[in-house]
């Protein structure tokens, strides 16, 4: 959660500030603040709500300084409030912080800092840092603020990521990343420097960075960073080179990022699949992941941990993992898996599935499993991301910086990447003839039109969207590998345009469910011709039975079901293990234009940030 920008240079370092911080203002909006030394002072402008606001207030009081930082927060401590907002000062007005991550300790400090006299401005627990560095600086550290710094870390307990500046050195900014509470990039330019928690706030500055690790501290002067150990070890930092092209960031032609992002998808799936599949030899190539046919051969189960719309992708390819390289698959919470001691060996192969690399459930689920000896790997779209580096081995989305709180294209780039790992690692294991394997491997290369001819029928779920979007709770249904798909549908539904949605396997809804249902109550079913279509039509008509509006996504050519269902929405035909790729996506669309429709702020749902790095 929040998202932090600093920069030191030759340029006014506000407005690069301020552009940094819009591309990360989907990581939390409910206050924004910048921070600049001018004239041997620091100088803040703060302001609640929208980034924009921030903007007004700038206009009307400017600062600038060649470094400075900046902040936009998603509440933890305090209520969205001016004085709660970061960046935050020390009373000596010396040093000035921004933070991420939640200090657990922090009423401890508070206190122990309140008695020795330190006034307090704000509810938050960031401010406890800066006035703890002060107050280091002045008793031990000589009023070194890199010292200082390292100091207070020590103080602190849970996972920050932090970026502090002083007056009294104005040459320099510090960033401390500790544990996983969300990435810390430090950017490189010429003869200027960068510092974010997200690599599209400076993706347009530089595309050279340097991530650094739990318990680093980097040192960033205009010239360059030295990167050392929270325990004053030296660190010889890996510069990476980030492919990503700025404009992608940006909306382009789209009203919205999500809307954006959906119509992408053609695109990240061709990204995803390119360079791994051999359609030559049938072959799937994954070098990251590094899999041996040894060790695919030594599984015995795999656990996929993950959250929010990572947990439906995982369900999703437990279906393709079990099928194709029979393998036993348990799919987890990321946010519950720590708690029930769970059973792990050096058998079992852990998948981690996060869009950020950055969640923290997701990540502390990958420490227990590492503690416990499991293989551990992850599917992760930000390149250099916490759950990529920690991994044994790794596939990447490749889906491009994705904006938008709600999940879209990241969703369906992950269920492609584990449609890859159950064809790596059936090839592997041995359990697929052949002939099936080439049936499988060639399957894909069909994805990106069907995807494509599926994003053409937009305007017909907008024009649906138009006679729902009125409604104030919804049911999805499907069945089989479209189960997870339900489940996917309520939530970007309920996530975007705050309707209540829930989504169920079609099999239970007799068993609770169905006494919601009447006039009152859509009932959106996946009902394809596949294995469970006449199953699907089962349901349809007891949902039809009880007065319930029914919408079925439903196969291209399928007439007779026009004859049940009240709307039809059809995709292509698609094989029945890809089909989740295509049936998603006019549920993605549905959610999209009933949003807009009520008014929401489609981008930046209330309440959601887009990286949960708190618990």
Request: charged residues 20%.
């Amino acid at each position: 959660m929040c998202g932090i920008v600093g920069y030191i240079g030759l340029r006014d370092a506000t407005p690069i500030i301020v552009e940094g911080l819009r591309r990360l203002e989907y990581r939390g909006y409910d206050s924004a603040g910048v921070a600049v030394i001018q004239s041997d002072q620091i100088q803040i402008r703060r302001d609640v709500g929208k980034l924009s606001n921030l903007q007004r207030k700038l206009e009307g009081e400017p600062i600038s300084g060649s470094i400075g930082m900046g902040h936009t927060r998603w509440a933890t401590h305090g209520v969205p409030a001016e004085h709660n907002a970061h960046p935050h000062i020390s009373m000596n007005g010396e040093f000035v912080v921004v933070h991420n991550g939640i200090v657990e300790n922090y009423l401890e400090l508070r206190e122990e800092l309140a008695a020795e006299g330190v006034e307090f401005r704000s509810e938050t627990d960031t401010e406890v840092i800066v006035q703890l560095i002060a107050r280091l600086a002045a008793d031990g550290a000589h009023g070194d603020v890199a010292e200082a710094t390292r100091m207070a870390a020590a103080y602190l307990r849970g996972a920050h990521a932090i970026v502090v500046m002083s007056r009294k050195q104005p040459d320099r900014l510090i960033a401390v990343r500790i544990g996983n509470a969300g990435g810390v990039a430090v950017g490189i330019g010429e003869n200027e420097m960068f510092v974010a928690s997200d690599i599209p706030a400076i993706l347009e500055q530089t595309r050279h960075m340097i991530f650094l690790e739990s318990r680093q501290m980097a040192v960033i002067t205009q010239h360059g960073a030295t990167i050392q150990t929270l325990d004053g070890a030296p660190i010889k930092a890996e510069v990476h080179n980030i492919p990503w092209d700025p404009v992608s960031a940006a909306k382009g032609e789209y009203k919205h990022f999500m809307q954006k992002e959906i119509f992408e998808q053609g695109r990240s799936i061709t990204d995803t699949i390119r360079g791994r599949v051999d359609f030559d030899h049938d072959t799937v190539l994954l070098p990251d992941l590094n899999l041996t046919p040894e060790k695919a051969r030594s599984l015995t189960r795999m656990v996929i941990v993950a959250c929010g719309t990572s947990h439906y992708s995982s369900l999703v390819g437990k279906f393709y993992i079990e099928h194709l390289a029979r393998l036993s698959v348990e799919c987890d919470y990321g946010s519950e898996y720590r708690y029930r001691d769970p059973i792990v060996d050096d058998k079992t192969a852990v998948l981690a599935i996060t869009q950020s690399g950055e969640t923290v459930d997701t990540l502390a689920a990958m420490e227990e499993a590492r503690q416990k000896g499991a293989t551990l790997w992850s599917i992760v779209n930000a390149i250099g991301s916490q759950a990529m580096r920690v991994a044994d081995g790794y596939i990447t989305m490749n889906a491009g910086p994705e904006i938008g709180v709600a999940s879209t294209k990241a969703f369906t780039a992950s269920i492609a990447d584990q449609y890859l790992l159950a064809l790596r690692l059936a090839e592997l294991r041995g359990t697929l003839t052949p002939e099936a394997r080439r049936t499988h491997v060639r399957n894909l290369a069909h994805l990106p039109e069907l995807i494509s001819r599926t994003l053409d029928g937009d305007p017909a779920v907008a024009a649906l969207a138009e006679r729902l979007y009125q409604y104030s709770n919804f049911l999805y249904l499907g069945r089989g590998i479209n189960y997870p798909i339900a489940l996917e549908g309520a939530l970007k539904l309920k996530e975007i345009s705050y309707i209540h949605a829930e989504g169920y396997p079609a099999g239970e809804m007799k068993h609770g469910p169905i006494a919601l249902i009447d006039r009152n109550m859509p009932v959106l079913a996946i009902a394809l011709k596949d294995s469970v279509y006449e199953k699907m039509i089962s349901q349809i008509e007891q949902a039809k039975a009880r007065g319930g509006i029914v919408i079925a996504v439903a196969t291209e050519g399928d007439t007779f079901i026009s004859t049940k269902a009240d709307h039809v929405i059809y995709v292509p035909e698609t094989p029945e293990l890809l089909s989740p790729l295509v049936t998603v996506i006019p549920l993605q669309l549905l959610a999209y234009h009933v949003a807009t429709l009520r008014g929401a702020d489609v981008d930046q749902p209330r309440n959601l940030a887009k990286s949960v790095t708190v618990e």
